[in-house]
């Protein structure tokens, strides 16, 4: 009898496990989309008070004690360090697509992300922090939609890993 009770609480506690891994994947969309938001906020600040390249901007932005352990960021950062010659843009789309499973990214989020990239580096300062702006609406839009959405994902994932690994349990006794 207590090998049953045992079992049945490692089956329980290994489905609701599982459900806390699906949780945490919905909190890393938040947590990246919050990310490429302030680096678009740093991005927008650096273009209105210095003239620093993208490039130098990005390892500024990376040397950022928060920042160290997103690997965008330090794919972005290698690659601009290695591609001295390429474009940005092209630089950037590498990382984003280099690190797009890490991210946990819809890929509305990874198409919009690819065009800001792309569009970003090209034109006069107004141009820049107009485009800048636009991002930053069209980002923030999209992290409301997650917040939203991972609560009601997370909420009913937490309750069905539960009642699967009771409905094994029951099964199985």
């Known amino acids: 009898m207590e090998?049953?009770?045992f079992g049945s609480g490692i089956i329980i506690f290994a489905s609701v496990?599982?459900?806390m891994i699906l949780v945490n994947k919905n909190k890393q969309r938040e947590s990246s989309l919050s990310m490429f938001i302030l680096f678009i906020k740093y991005i927008k600040n650096e273009i209105s008070y210095s003239r620093?390249?993208?490039s130098e901007i990005t390892k500024t932005f990376a040397a950022d004690k928060k920042?160290?352990?997103n690997k965008f960021l330090q794919q972005l950062e290698f690659n601009c360090n290695s591609q001295t010659l390429?474009?940005?843009s092209i630089s950037a789309i590498n990382a984003l697509n280099n690190?797009?499973?890490?991210l946990s990214l819809s890929e509305?989020?990874?198409a919009l992300l690819s065009n800001f990239f792309n569009d970003v580096g090209k034109g006069d300062?107004?141009?820049q922090l107009a485009l800048c702006s636009h991002y930053l609406t069209l980002l923030d839009e999209a992290l409301t939609d997650a917040k939203s959405t991972a609560v009601k994902k997370n909420k009913m994932t937490t309750q069905v890993s539960f009642l699967s690994g009771l409905f094994i349990v029951i099964l199985l006794i």
């Open 3 to 5: 090998i049953k009770l």
């Open 17 to 19: 496990l599982t459900g």
């Open 52 to 54: 620093r390249t993208l």
């Open 67 to 69: 920042s160290k352990k």
């Open 86 to 88: 390429s474009p940005y």
């Open 99 to 102: 690190t797009k499973k890490s």
């Open 108 to 110: 509305t989020d990874l």
């Open 125 to 127: 300062a107004e141009s």
